[in-house]
Nanobody, 117 residues
Framework: QVQLVESGGGLVQAGDSLRLSCVASGRTFSTMGWFRQAPGKEREFVAR????????NYAEFAKGRFTISRDNAKNTVYLQMNSLKPEDTAVYYCAAKITITSEYNYWGQGTQVTVSS
């Protein structure tokens, strides 16, 4: 059974940092991604990386503040978020692709990040 389990969300003040974690189990994946959805808005891409190699991509708003990384031994992907802003408030989701060219096949349940001003 495939599972993606996020953790690490919470309530922080503007300027603070958070590190989200996503533990993947049940099969191997080619690509892991982070997405977010704010109230009343569509889900949007945040960052992604391959399970092998060092290829990463970031949304413009994430560049310079967010870092995606992985620990292969722990089957865990992280999203380090620094200099958080109130507009970063959202539910953050971990997602996984089976192949590089596929859509994201699996999604986690999400973890709430709230940034107060």
């Amino acid at each position: 059974q495939v599972q993606l389990v996020e953790s690490g969300g919470g309530l922080v003040q503007a300027g603070d940092s958070l590190r989200l974690s996503c533990v993947a189990s049940g099969r191997t994946f080619s690509t892991m991604g982070w997405f977010r959805q704010a109230p009343g808005k569509e889900r949007e891409f945040v960052a992604r990386m391959r399970w092998s190699g060092s290829s990463t991509n970031y949304a413009e708003f994430a560049k310079g503040r967010f870092t995606i990384s992985r620990d292969n031994a722990k089957n865990t992907v992280y999203l380090q978020m620094n200099s958080l802003k109130p507009e970063d408030t959202a539910v953050y989701y971990c997602a996984a692709k089976i192949t590089i060219t596929s859509e994201y096949n699996y999604w986690g349940q999400g973890t709430q990040v709230t940034v107060s001003s």
